[in-house]
């Protein structure tokens, strides 16, 4: 049932945006010029390992895309682990440059690319991975590792996606050849930008994007394996500069209206962070004039708006939902369930305390629910909660509410 909700929630704004199909593919990558702009898909992952996909047409969640820009935090992330925040400051600053994502500058006072989520200053931190000596294959491969470690499998590379971008990769090597000149990488400018191209070109689903980026929101602990990929520190640094930086010439509004850490890539993905909370992705292959996918920035939106997600919004965080569930045997009756809920009931709350509940082994056929101990519930929460009841009385269970101070008078 828990899947349900979340899922059908997904659908209903894949649903509802799909007609917002303004925008166009990139093209300046000859293979992407030819991706399928109509796949639609969005993906959320808990810091504690659940993860809820939905797709406009069936198996969109599943398709892999060339990871791209959104590649750039991660690979910072993967630099700050292995050389320290100090090595990797003296090699990118961390402001927010106002210019085009692959523009040939670089601050003028340090004379450092602005911050590692254009490609000037991703091309130098590219070259941080795995030491200076390293060729090109090992270094690509050391990400590649990284970042199927983050992702939880093994990520592939498209070979295609990254031969023809390096068909064309003009801009991108200029790049290289000033960070040379400037001494900020050591390597000929055509190694650096395969290098960086071949991290561009790894294959994600939407899926994989938001288990990755729930890994930097937990503070470095993938939430499917367990593991600690990196430090909180990391993990707080990278999301810093995303929330800065991430969202290419739209970063400012984008922090203002949606509030989410994020970054975009030109294959129309989106990442984003909530701390302690979850990662969320979108995929959507058609790019405003910014860069980012249209269908994306929309759905980005609708969750942080329903969801109460922006960072700066009042957010106050209390125990789990769930504060008991006690099951007694009631005589001739049978048996009944008590389920004491407590606290905000938002999303995180309701969809941790459904979690819990279906997770019950004993749940009886009588089921209380007790919400005299609830403080607060917002529209996602209340939607969550009234479609589980719902669902637990389709089923058969007679479901009782002891909401004493009518929370819900929707289920009285
Ligand atoms: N590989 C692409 C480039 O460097 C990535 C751009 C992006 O996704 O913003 O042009």
């Keep these: 049932m828990k899947r349900h909700m979340v899922h059908g929630y997904l659908q209903e704004i894949l649903e509802e945006l799909k007609d917002s199909d303004g925008g166009e593919v990139a093209d300046y990558i000859p293979q992407l ?34 990871i791209q820009s959104a590649s750039k935090p991660f690979v910072y992330a993967a630099a700050i682990q292995e050389r320290g925040l100090k090595k990797v400051r003296a090699t990118v600053g961390m402001e927010p440059s106002g210019e085009a994502f692959n523009e040939l ?46 992702a939880g499998r093994d990520l592939e590379i498209d070979y295609l996606v990254c ?12 790049i290289a050849h000033m960070l040379r000149s400037h001494g900020i990488i050591e390597d000929m400018a055509h190694d650096a930008v395969e290098s960086y191209t071949q991290q561009c070109s790894i294959k994600v689903t939407v899926r994989d994007l938001a288990v990755m980026a729930a890994t930097l929101a937990s503070g470095g602990i993938q939430p499917l394996t367990g593991k600690r990929v990196v430090s909180p520190l990391v993990s707080r ?13 739209l970063a400012g509004r984008w922090m203002s209206v949606v509030g989410i850490p994020a970054k975009s ?41 329903d969801m109460g997600l922006h960072l700066m919004g009042l957010r106050q965080r209390g125990d789990t939902a769930v504060r008991d569930i006690i ?8 048996r009944t369930t008590t389920i004491e809920l407590q606290g ?19 749940l009886a056929d009588r089921v209380v629910f007790d919400l005299s101990e609830v403080a607060s519930v917002n529209d996602i929460g209340r939607r969550m909660v009234v479609q589980g009841f719902q669902g637990l009385r389709t089923a058969g269970r007679n479901v009782i509410l002891k909401d004493p101070r009518k929370l819900f008078p929707e289920l009285s």
């Design 105 to 150: 500058s670089l601050d003028p006072g340090s004379n450092r690319p602005m911050n590692p989520m254009i490609n000037a200053g991703a091309i130098a931190v590219n070259q941080l991975i795995n030491g200076e000596d390293s060729t090109v294959e090992e270094r690509t491969e050391v990400i590649r590792q990284f970042l199927s470690e983050l």
């Design 237 to 249: 640094q990278v999301q810093a500069v995303m929330s800065s930086a991430g969202m290419y010439n």
């Design 163 to 174: 031969d023809s971008e390096l068909e064309v990769a003009d801009r991108n090597l200029s």
């Design 327 to 334: 099951t007694r045997e009631d005589g001739p009756n049978g």
């Design 33 to 66: 010029a030819t991706a399928d702009p109509a796949p639609f898909a969005v993906a959320l992952a808990t810091t504690d390992g659940a993860v809820y996909s939905a797709g406009l047409n069936e198996g969109d969640d599943e398709l892999e895309f060339t």
């Design 344 to 362: 905000i009931i938002d999303f995180a709350a309701a969809e941790n305390a459904w979690r819990t509940i279906l997770q019950e082994e004993k």
């Design 265 to 305: 890539g030109v294959s129309g993905g989106i990442m984003g962070t909530l701390p302690g909370v979850m990662g969320l992705a979108t995929f959507s292959p058609r790019l405003d004039s910014t860069g980012n996918s249209v269908r994306g920035v929309k759905t980005f939106h609708r969750l942080s708006e």
